[in-house]
């Protein structure tokens, strides 16, 4: 099913990228446009050196595979520039907006 999703032009998403079932073995086998790193690395970002390390190499191996990259969970501004001057252009989380109703959402958008 996923490769007949793909031809109809709709990108396919791995969530939480680094935990439970998101495992590399599924990028070698799915069809995946876009890898979501899991908060819990972003959470950790600014105070933790591995958490850095290990979201530059998300991030590079996304960029090798040419997959867009968001990461979830950001809350704070020093998160947002972080994840920024390390290269990665999508992200969302409360630091953005809190979770909003469809309309506002259209609102916004338009």
Request: include cysteine; charge should be negative.
């Amino acid at each position: 099913m996923l490769p007949a999703l793909r031809e109809r032009h709709i990108p396919l998403y791995m969530d939480d990228f680094g935990t439970g079932y998101s495992s590399l073995s599924y990028l070698n086998e799915l069809p995946f446009d876009v890898l979501k790193i899991d908060r819990s690395f972003i959470t950790e970002i600014e105070t933790r050196d591995q958490a850095q390390i290990l979201v530059r190499t998300v991030l590079a191996l996304a960029q090798a595979m040419r997959l867009d990259v968001v990461a979830e969970g950001i809350e704070t501004e020093g998160q947002a520039t972080l994840l920024h001057a390390m290269g990665c252009r999508y992200g969302q989380g409360y630091y953005f907006s809190r979770p909003v109703a469809a309309e506002q959402a259209e609102t916004w958008l338009a």
